[in-house]
């Protein structure tokens, strides 16, 4: 029985001491396949490989240090230069520049640039004042101009002139072209509106070609200023228009007539 024990407790310290020696191995292996890491770096917290240090970049197998131009500062992203300019500086090669202000301007949203004030435009790097015509107003949006007419007035090279709306007619909200139209009804000749002549059995369509009328159902044009009745013959009925006909099936066109096919 203490023989039975003895070699009981032989076994379980070989298994223990080959478990140790198995645990040792695969330190040691995991040191074989470890990466080395260069000066300035760090092991990822994560997978294999290494990062940089802040104010290091990857170059080859190594750290370089990032050289911040003057008026530069460190920046935390992994792609780039590695530094971007202060504001009210721009980048210029490896350098930061300073951005110069004209009179009336002031630093854009981004800090490296510069907008001229509400009222100037830019001018060969300047800020020259926009001159608005006598009723006119400054116009942010327009892409033709700085500005823009008031209502009642039209742009003419570059002054605003009163518009000269004729009888039977009305201002538009456009400041560009003639600035008026002609009401309802009415046709622009020149530079007047005359009346539409709608003839019997014809209504007025407001469409800016054309006489200004369609024939009614039934009917069509006879000689640009009638409304004749469409003549539908025998075995006909009146097309999709209303103003014409066309054969019933299964009867074909001939001339005034529908004939069997």
């Known amino acids: 029985m203490f023989k039975m024990q003895r070699t009981r407790a032989i ?15 695969g330190l040691v292996f995991a040191q074989d396949i470890s990466v080395e890491v260069p000066e300035n770096a760090r092991a990822k917290s994560y997978g294999n490989g290494w990062d940089c240090d802040k104010g290091y970049r990857k ?47 002031y630093l854009n949203s981004n800090g490296d640039g510069w907008k001229c004030e509400r009222g100037y435009r830019d001018v060969e790097k ?54 008026w139209e002609c009401d309802r009804g009415y046709r622009a000749v020149d530079k007047t509106c005359v009346a539409v002549k709608v003839p019997a059995n014809g209504y007025f369509v407001d469409l800016s070609y054309g006489p200004g009328w369609k024939c009614d159902r039934g009917y069509r044009e006879s000689g640009g200023t009638t409304c004749v009745a469409v003549a539908v013959p025998e075995n006909a009925h009146l097309d999709y228009s209303g103003n014409n006909w066309e054969c019933n099936r299964p009867y074909g066109k001939q001339q005034d007539k529908c004939v069997r096919r």
């Open 11 to 25: 076994f379980i310290r070989l298994l223990i001491l080959f478990g140790l020696l198995g645990v040792g191995h």
């Open 59 to 105: 170059v080859n197998d190594g750290c370089t240090a990032v050289k911040v131009p003057t008026n530069g500062y460190l920046t935390d992203s992994s792609y780039g230069s590695g530094w971007e300019c202060n504001r009210g500086y721009r980048e210029v090669g490896e350098t930061c520049r300073f951005v110069k202000v004209p009179s009336n301007a």
């Open 126 to 179: 300047t800020c020259v004042k926009i001159k608005v015509p006598s009723n006119g107003y400054l116009n942010e949006s327009s892409a033709r101009s700085d500005w823009e007419c008031e209502r009642g007035y039209r742009v003419v090279k570059e002054t605003c002139m009163a518009v000269k709306v004729p009888a039977n007619g009305h201002l538009t909200d456009s400041s560009y072209g003639s600035g």
